[in-house]
């Protein structure tokens, strides 16, 4: 009952969905999704929203490092809209920041999708609401103070 409140449904039709009568919606995988633990728990559900293996989305580090030697040389270039507002140059010491240390491969997964849908106005709309609802699930676990 408290696994059926947790992803926002009921038990009759959690029982359901365990006998393969009917199948979760995508906001309750997404739910589900969420509360899994480890690869074993995760990697079904992920197969079952439609995503790409997590594990095939990592890059070589030779390839990442290169990548931002270059992006660093087309911004010291001026390249793309000048970057008024700081906002590549931001991205490019964040990426640095993470260099030394394990890249989740959730984070490679997503900005392939932003590569792919940069240029769809609803896709960008998505990417801030994904912005917010981090920002509000950090602040509601304790991770994060405002």
Known sequence: ??????????????????????????????NILRL??????????????????????????????????????YLKQGGSAANKDGSK???????????????DPAITGILAKWVKHRHDKAARKFFRNLDVYLDVELKASGKVRD
Request: no cysteine; proline share 5%; charged share 30%.
């Open 1 to 30: 009952m408290v696994f059926a409140r947790l992803v926002g449904t009921d038990q009759s039709t959690v029982s359901k969905y365990e006998a393969g009568k009917i199948a979760p919606s995508r906001s309750t995988l997404l």
């Open 36 to 73: 899994a633990e480890g690869d074993a728990e995760r990697n079904p559900i992920l197969e079952a929203l439609g995503v790409e293996n997590p594990a095939d989305l990592g890059m070589p580090q030779s390839e990442v490092d290169q990548a931002i030697e270059d992006f660093e040389t």
């Open 89 to 103: 140059k931001r991205f490019i010491d964040l990426v640095r920041l993470t260099l030394d240390s394990e890249i």
